[in-house]
């Protein structure tokens, strides 16, 4: 989700692509490339703020359960992800396609 020119909009980013991004060349050749930090993390959704810090949901496919995450952009590099806090992490996620 973005927020911009008074209204909240959501920019399309398929869910596989946390774990790639696009480097570009001149002349216009690009190429996927995977984002060592985010490689064997189970993210089912996520969005970038204009700074390039991504926020994503982490499922643990054993029981369910999960929890936001964020990784900051700093000097060109994603740093570790870190686990947002118990505020924001509180009570089940609820998906409106898997809600009972």
Known sequence: ???KDNEWSR???ESTDINKYK???S???SKMKSLEPFKDIPIVGFTASPKGTYYFYVLDFKDGSGHMSYS????????KPQ?????INRGKY???LHCS
């Open 1 to 3: 989700m973005q927020y």
């Open 72 to 79: 900051r952009l700093i000097d060109g590099k994603y740093e």
């Open 11 to 13: 920019k399309s980013i």
């Open 27 to 29: 002349p216009n050749v």
């Open 83 to 87: 686990k947002m806090s118990r505020a």
């Open 94 to 96: 609820c998906s409106p």
């Open 23 to 25: 480097a570009r060349f």
